[in-house]
């Protein structure tokens, strides 16, 4: 099996844009598809990119995602930071017969 | 408008057996694969597994942690999947969420294993 690593933390002021990377240890990050999904104090969470790179409706364009196969990892960018950002992201791939999920990184609107 | 709403959870002793139960609305279930993953109080997410649509052989996956002990099955007639956890251990507590892979989430059942 393969791991995903994310960041413990990252900070960034309102307006700003901030970059979060998953990082995946073995195995191609092209070869299947990551998730991020955003999980707000106290909720459960949800999906914010898709399919590497895919929105769900409702998701503001803010939020973009995207994968580097010579660092092998896949990125989350938020630019125009809010403070309804502030929630902590996790990154999530799989294999044939498992999926993955990425320590969570948390993130702070400050 | 999809919905996944997740049930069964409570208080369950270390040994104990404890069926979950996801019931979706606002898609066609049968088409959809369906999954479960748990949070443990302040940790981050973890798979537990997920069954394949019929059209894909209904089969299953599951985490090393849970393999052998949990069971995940599903009714289309009445859009519910099911997550059955046997031998739970007191690592198993946490909030378990259905999700439809990889859209939509439920909003949770807590699980507490504890004598």
């Known amino acids: 099996n393969f791991m995903l690593t994310q960041p413990h933390s990252v900070s960034e002021s309102p307006g700003k844009t901030v970059t979060i990377s998953c990082t995946r240890s073995?195995?191609?990050?092209?070869?299947?598809?990551v998730q991020w999904y955003q999980q707000r104090p106290g909720s459960a969470p949800t999906t914010v990119i898709y399919e590497d790179n895919q929105r769900p409706s409702g998701v503001p364009d803010r939020f973009s995602g995207s994968i580097d196969s010579s660092s092998n990892s896949a990125s989350l960018t938020i630019s125009g930071l809010k403070t309804e950002d502030e929630a902590d992201y996790y990154c999530q791939s799989y294999d044939s017969s498992n999926w993955v999920f990425g320590g969570g990184t948390k993130l702070t609107v400050l | 408008e999809v919905q996944l709403v997740e049930s069964g959870g409570g208080l369950v002793q270390p040994g104990r057996s404890l069926r979950l139960s996801c019931t979706a609305s606002?898609?066609?279930?049968?088409?959809?694969?369906m999954s479960w993953v748990r949070q443990a109080p302040g940790k981050g997410l973890e798979w537990v597994g997920f069954i394949r649509s019929k059209a894909y052989g209904g089969t299953t996956e599951y985490a090393a942690s849970v393999k052998g002990r949990f069971t995940i099955s599903r009714d289309d007639s009445k859009s519910i999947a099911y997550l059955q956890m046997n031998s739970l251990k007191t690592e198993d507590t946490a909030v378990y969420y259905c999700?439809?892979?990889?859209?939509?989430w439920g909003q949770g059942t807590l699980v507490t294993v504890s004598s």
């Open positions: 606002g898609f066609t279930f049968g088409d959809y694969a």
């Open positions: 073995s195995g191609s990050i092209a070869s299947n598809y």
């Open positions: 999700t439809r892979p990889f859209d939509y």
